[in-house]
């Protein structure tokens, strides 16, 4: 039986990241190929809270302290 998975080296040993369906003890050929990670995407806030399609008042900015407090957030002051 043939199988190709993927692992992570810990240091100490392999760690499948998927479960093998191996009985315990059973003995292995193992061959290491290296993978380079997967470059991570930055991204700045503006696009990440663009992508978020988020729908509110158009004046949010202006009367934050009214929509998190309510209509008595300036008496509290």
């Keep these: 039986m043939t199988l190709i998975l993927e692992a992570i080296y810990d240091g100490n040993?392999?760690?499948p990241v998927q479960p093998l369906d191996l009985k315990p003890n059973t003995r292995l050929?193992?061959?290491v190929e290296t993978k380079e990670p997967e470059p991570k995407v930055r991204?700045?806030?503006?696009?990440?809270a663009r992508s978020l399609?988020?729908?509110?008042?158009?004046d949010w900015s202006a009367r934050i302290e009214?929509?998190?407090y309510g209509d008595d957030?300036?008496?509290?002051k």
Aim: overall charge negative.
């Design 66 to 68: 009214e929509y998190l």
């Design 73 to 76: 957030a300036d008496a509290a």
């Design 43 to 48: 991204r700045s806030f503006l696009q990440t």
């Design 29 to 31: 050929r193992i061959t």
């Design 13 to 15: 040993v392999l760690r």
């Design 53 to 58: 399609e988020l729908d509110g008042p158009a």
